[in-house]
């Protein structure tokens, strides 16, 4: 059989194949993050058929101060539970499993857009304010209660945003994370912050619930975290009881400046999991299914996330599959 039209099982997460929909920012919410007609037409397109096995919904903010962009979905009030169980319904229905991904922008929240002073691990030129101890656990709190109500509404895991320079990124990012106390210095340190945040969601949701964590595992940069720092982490995530790793950049985003070629995070995602046991997600610039199928047989990853590609082209999904049988 392909080995990307294996099954894949975690906990209660039943996979079809190994094919992945990462998180794609569409800025198609309404006013205050609620969820429109358009972005219910747009996963309805994108999830017909039932060919991804694996939809990971577009990041939602978990506070308003958190918040990325104007356009962007929030997941910051139990009001918003039935506008996301339609989201959830909708992608079921068509036959794929959806996981809700979580996130708080920081640094990266625009003062215009929420009314409120960006939020990080450090003050960066007066541009923000540095959290307190009490600060971030309130943010650990928000991502709890966000995880929550992710799972009230139906969807099959909860991803949280530890990538592509949001808060987590930032704090993971020696660049940006400057603090002398608990949650600054050394690797273990700068991941604290994430180890609260994973401890508090699987609290809340429980342990047969799927908890994936997008993680930026190096900047690419110099200065900023590298994959050696990566992989210290990812054990610790392991540990932490996460179930899935989604591999991406950190600082520098989701596209890196000299890194080209289908699956270009595949030096990343091939480290991360020569350290770990549980299962690793691939994405970067894939457009061929034959390229998806070289990649998992030599064990870069065990799923793979192809964005771009169904963005351009919604039945992408349904000609990759055809051509592998």
Same mark, same amino acid.
């Given at each position: 059989?392909?080995?990307?039209?294996?099954?894949?099982?975690?906990?209660?997460?039943?996979?079809? +194949?190994?094919?992945?929909?990462?998180?794609?920012?569409?800025?198609?919410?309404?006013?205050?993050?609620?969820?429109?007609?358009?972005?219910?037409?747009?996963?309805?397109?994108?999830?017909?058929?039932?060919?991804?096995?694996? !939809?990971?919904?577009?990041?939602?903010?978990?506070?308003?101060?958190?918040?990325?962009?104007?356009?962007?979905?929030?997941?910051?009030?139990?009001?918003?539970?039935?506008?996301?169980?339609?989201?959830? +319904?909708?992608?079921?229905?068509?036959?794929?499993?959806?996981?809700?991904?979580? +996130?708080?922008?920081?640094?990266?929240?625009?003062?215009?857009?929420?009314?409120?002073?960006?939020?990080?691990?450090?003050?960066?030129?007066?541009?923000?304010?540095?959290?307190?101890?009490?600060?971030?656990? @309130? !943010?650990?709190?928000?991502?709890?209660?966000?995880?929550?109500?992710? =799972?009230?509404?139906?969807?099959?895991?909860?991803?949280?945003?530890?990538?592509?320079?949001?808060?987590?990124?930032?704090?993971?990012?020696?660049?940006?994370?400057?603090?002398?106390?608990?949650?600054?210095?050394?690797?273990?340190?700068?991941?604290?912050?994430?180890?609260?945040?994973?401890?508090?969601? /699987? @609290?809340?949701?429980? =342990?047969?619930?799927?908890?994936?964590?997008?993680?930026?595992?190096?900047?690419?940069?110099?200065?900023?975290?590298?994959?050696?720092?990566?992989?210290?982490?990812?054990?610790?995530? %392991?540990?932490?009881?996460?179930?899935?790793?989604?591999?991406?950049?950190?600082?520098?985003?989701? *596209?890196?400046?000299?890194?080209? #070629? %289908?699956?270009?995070?595949?030096?990343?995602?091939?480290?991360?999991?020569? *350290?770990?046991? /549980?299962?690793?997600?691939?994405?970067?610039?894939?457009?061929?299914?034959? *390229?998806?199928?070289?990649?998992?047989?030599?064990?870069?990853?065990?799923?793979?996330?192809? #964005?771009?590609?169904?963005?351009?082209?919604?039945?992408?999904?349904?000609?990759?599959?055809?051509?592998?049988?």
């Amino acid at each position: 059989m392909s080995h990307l039209l294996k099954p894949l099982e975690i906990k209660n997460l039943k996979l079809k +194949n190994r094919l992945v929909m990462p998180p794609l920012a569409t800025e198609k919410s309404k006013e205050y993050g609620r969820i429109s007609k358009e972005l219910l037409d747009y996963y309805d397109e994108k999830s017909e058929g039932g060919h991804i096995s694996l !939809i990971i919904v577009e990041h939602a903010f978990v506070s308003e101060e958190g918040r990325a962009s104007k356009g962007q979905m929030s997941i910051a009030d139990d009001s918003i539970i039935d506008d996301l169980k339609k989201l959830a +319904n909708i992608i079921h229905s068509n036959g794929s499993k959806a996981v809700m991904q979580i +996130n708080h922008a920081g640094i990266k929240a625009n003062k215009e857009n929420t009314g409120l002073d960006p939020v990080g691990p450090s003050l960066l030129e007066g541009e923000n304010k540095e959290l307190s101890i009490e600060g971030i656990k @309130d !943010i650990v709190e928000k991502f709890k209660v966000a995880a929550l109500r992710a =799972k009230k509404a139906g969807f099959d895991g909860v991803e949280i945003h530890a990538a592509h320079g949001y808060l987590l990124s930032q704090f993971f990012s020696p660049i940006t994370n400057k603090r002398n106390d608990e949650y600054g210095g050394a690797v273990l340190s700068r991941i604290k912050i994430h180890l609260e945040v994973i401890k508090a969601v /699987i @609290d809340a949701v429980g =342990k047969d619930y799927p908890v994936l964590i997008r993680f930026g595992a190096s900047d690419y940069m110099d200065g900023g975290s590298t994959i050696e720092d990566g992989k210290v982490a990812a054990k610790e995530f %392991q540990k932490a009881g996460v179930d899935i790793l989604d591999i991406s950049g950190g600082l520098c985003g989701a *596209v890196v400046q000299g890194l080209d #070629g %289908q699956g270009y995070f595949a030096p990343l995602s091939e480290a991360i999991k020569d *350290v770990v046991s /549980i299962p690793v997600i691939l994405t970067g610039g894939i457009t061929d299914a034959s *390229v998806a199928e070289k990649l998992l047989k030599e064990e870069k990853a065990d799923l793979i996330g192809v #964005g771009r590609a169904i963005l351009r082209d919604s039945t992408w999904a349904k000609k990759a599959i055809e051509s592998l049988k």
